[in-house]
């Protein structure tokens, strides 16, 4: 039953400023909802960033130049494989103005990142990563958290998925290894995101930002490997996030 315990996003924004921050940077995130709030009473809202801007990126406590060369290059991919309209760009370290803000090292609790322009919230970091090159996760790892940071949400989390998931076992293991509360687990595990036809594309099992699925937390035993590149949907989803006109 064991299996590493998977990065995570951040939830730490209001709902509300989390909306208006999300439609002030990109009028595009109010989506076609009904009224922008659904049946739990969520609003509904994207969080991408304007297409054809550039994001600053910044590392907090200058970390060593290959870690931040490693992280930075495997971000790129983002736009380099998909031709997307938005450019990534290293900034000086510390620079509180850099849209994402990234908290390295070891000691670090979490892998995580504020989804796209959740960022805005605040001046401190808005991604954290504990790993290192090398290491069996790192490129999936900073893969994913940047999907997250370019507005992502988790694949296994559409409204399509249909996954078998052992629920009491899934959050029971949780809570014992990783100390994640049952919300935690619904929230990163199971409460699908809605569909607010902001942009769509097929659920996609090899995506980037899709769990992987060990066998033990299904009621089937059916899986879904650990994936480690940008998918084809991906990098389809990336450009219709952000067109070029
Ligand atoms: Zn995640």
């Given at each position: 039953m064991h299996t590493p315990f998977p990065p995570r996003y951040r939830h730490r924004?209001?709902?509300?400023?989390?909306?208006?921050?999300?439609?002030?940077?990109?009028?595009?995130?109010?989506?076609?909802?009904?009224?922008?709030?659904?049946?739990?009473?969520?609003?509904?809202?994207?969080?991408?960033?304007?297409?054809?801007?550039?994001?600053?990126?910044?590392?907090?406590?200058?970390?060593?130049?290959k870690l931040k060369m490693s992280i930075f290059e495997l971000a790129c991919q983002w736009v380099d494989l998909s031709d997307a309209n938005l450019t990534l760009d290293l900034s000086e370290d510390d620079d509180k103005h850099a849209q994402i803000r990234i908290l390295t090292g070891k000691h670090l609790p979490h892998n995580e990142s504020d989804i796209g322009t959740d960022a805005l919230a605040y001046e401190d970091d808005t991604m954290s990563l504990n790993l290192i090159p090398g290491d069996?996760?790192?490129?999936?790892?900073?893969?994913?958290?940047?999907g997250h940071a370019l507005g992502f949400?988790?694949?296994?989390?559409?409204?399509?998925?249909?996954?078998?998931?052992?629920?009491?076992?899934?959050?029971?293991?949780?809570?014992?290894?990783?100390?994640?509360?049952?919300?935690?687990?619904?929230?990163?595990?199971?409460?699908?995101?809605?569909?607010?036809?902001?942009?769509?594309t097929q659920y996609d099992p090899l995506s980037i930002m899709h769990y992987p699925v060990p066998a033990w937390m299904t009621l089937d035993n059916s899986e879904v490997g650990q994936n480690t590149e940008l998918s084809a949907k991906d990098i389809e989803l990336m450009r219709l996030a952000y067109p070029h006109d």
């Open positions: 924004t209001d709902q509300q400023l989390s909306h208006d921050l999300a439609v002030t940077e990109n009028p595009r995130n109010r989506g076609q909802s009904n009224g922008g709030r659904n049946k739990r009473g969520l609003i509904q809202t994207g969080r991408l960033w304007t297409p054809g801007r550039t994001l600053w990126v910044s590392f907090l406590g200058t970390p060593d130049r069996e996760t790192f490129e999936s790892t900073v893969l994913h958290e940047f949400e988790h694949e296994h989390l559409h409204p399509d998925a249909s996954i078998p998931w052992n629920e009491p076992l899934l959050i029971e293991a949780h809570k014992r290894a990783a100390g994640w509360s049952e919300q935690d687990v619904r929230e990163q595990y199971l409460d699908k995101r809605p569909d607010n036809e902001l942009i769509k």
